[in-house]
């Protein structure tokens, strides 16, 4: 699976949008980018994935540049229940639907949203 | 829907003791259930990908012997910490598919703390 870089920490205040950047280069034509998030002491959060379209629905919406190098997730309006560690994942998809890769955490971006 | 439900939440154990950890996927079928293993302040690692009705593969550097790993039905995994020592204190979350390109699931984790 292609690796991925984020930036280790961001800040966002509270109604504001939350922009946090992945960069995934070496993305191959059959991997899909997912977004998770972990609230403290919680299991991971699923939030979005695409492969090349961008992507919405009702926690986030997710940009992926045309060449997929990059894609930026945007939380439209942050609250402080948004703060929390975000795992930008690339991942092969089959899609004959069999069993799937495993999802490999990186460090991730602590997003902090604050008053 | 896709609930993943993990038990227990926490517990603590004497050292040289074994724990079962339980993961279920209430509302589906899971094909495959993955275990990962989250220390403070570091982000999850991989510790096992198991298919139902067939072996786990472990990661490298974990001890399938110490981890015990079944994934007797579509809807229970279970792990196993045997000997369970000090350093094994950690948070255990588990993760579970569907045959079906819709992300992953995770629980809500296992915090183990051998004393």
């Known amino acids: 699976d292609a690796k991925t870089t984020q930036p280790p920490s961001m800040d966002c205040a509270e109604g504001r949008a939350a922009n946090l950047p992945c960069n995934h280069s070496t993305i191959s034509g059959n991997e899909y980018v997912y977004w998770y998030r972990q609230i403290h002491s919680q299991g991971p959060q699923y939030i979005i994935h695409g492969l090349k379209n961008n992507e919405t629905n009702e926690m986030a919406s997710l940009i992926i540049t045309e060449d997929r190098k990059s894609s930026t997730l945007i939380l439209p309006h942050a609250t402080l229940r948004d703060t929390a560690v975000y795992y930008c994942i690339v991942r092969a998809s089959n899609a004959g639907g069999t069993s799937y890769g495993k999802l490999t955490f990186g460090q991730g971006t602590i997003l902090t949203v604050h008053p | 829907g896709a609930v993943v439900s993990q038990h227990p939440s926490w517990v603590i154990c004497k050292s040289g003791t074994s724990v079962k950890i339980e993961c279920r996927s209430l509302?589906?079928?899971?094909?495959?259930m993955f275990w990962y293993r989250q220390f403070p302040k570091q982000s999850l690692m991989l510790m096992a990908t198991s298919n139902e009705g067939s072996k786990a593969t472990y990661e490298q550097g974990v001890e399938k012997d110490k981890f015990l790993i079944n994934h007797a039905s579509l809807t229970l995994s279970t792990l196993t910490v045997t000997s369970a020592h000090p350093e094994d204190s950690s948070f255990y979350i588990c993760?579970?598919?569907?045959?079906?390109?819709?992300?992953?699931?995770f629980g809500s984790g296992t915090r183990l703390t051998v004393v």
């Open positions: 509302d589906f079928q899971a094909t495959t």
């Open positions: 993760s579970a598919s569907r045959a079906t390109d819709l992300g992953y699931t």
